[in-house]
């Protein structure tokens, strides 16, 4: 194998991609008053919404360890990429970083480059996408990380929550000012900054017309979008994000539209409800 991308279990990966033999994802944890939750194929959503939803607590989240990172550098692939959870919101970035440099002083030197996202879920999915798309169109290892640097920069990622309040808990809201609007159902829009921290994009009444604002904004800002594919990840909230999907492709000329689940760390985020878009 030439190459090998590997992801943090923030991301999301369709079942085509799991299946190529090029993916590799490093597990996150997740504890809910103690009990411990591995971001891995064993992750339990239904379980997991129920303990968030009967625990006054909010769970709380550990990135892997750099050694996790080492371990998944092996192996024979000569040219290893590496996309993270936003360097803003988990220390999964630097684990990479640092893990990288474990390497190439106890195994020996190896092409390994780590991508900040600035993103997360889907975010992290359509980057890694692009990847793949470089080095199956033969692009040298240089070009190919030049090019996926080119594409996160231009990357919207923006989300609609029922509540914020796990991410209230999280203090992933620290730069926002307090929203106090629940009487009218008022829904924040989200979205990241270039440099990957959370920000508020606009508002909407009800989640239906946040997610119709959400949906005309990012196809509004996204540029050359049929050079594009838009990613879609919810949390428990499969008719909505097929309904999304369905009108982004009417209104928009997307290379392609796909729709995920999301893992354990994005269900932590998005909470019961949440739906994410990135292009």
Known sequence: MS??????????????????????????????D????????????????????????CPRSTCPSPEQYVEAYGGEAKRVYVVTLSSQLSGSYNSAQL??????????TKDIHVFDSKSASVGETVIAMKIQECEEAGLAYEETIARTDQFIEALNTSFVLESL?????????????????GALNIKPVMGATPEGTICQLGQA?????????????????????????????????AKRALAAAEKIKEMGNFKDVFVVDTAGISSLYASDGGIIIVA
């Open 165 to 181: 309040e796990a991410l209230r808990k999280n203090g992933r809201l620290s730069n926002i000012k307090a929203f106090v609007a």
């Open 99 to 108: 893990g990288k440099k474990l390497y190439q002083e106890e195994r020996g």
């Open 34 to 57: 103690g009990y411990r939750i591995v971001d891995d194929e064993s992750f339990d959503q239904a379980d997991f919404l129920k303990r968030m939803k009967e625990s006054p607590n």
């Open 3 to 32: 190459y090998k991308i590997i992801v943090d279990s923030c991301c999301e990966l369709p079942a085509k991609l799991k299946e190529s033999g090029h993916f590799e994802t490093v597990s996150l944890e997740i504890f809910v």
């Open 205 to 237: 009444r009800g989640m239906a017309r946040a997610v119709d604002k959400m949906i005309r904004d990012l196809i509004d800002k996204t540029k050359d979008p049929q050079e594009k594919i838009c990613g879609i990840s919810h949390c428990n909230a």
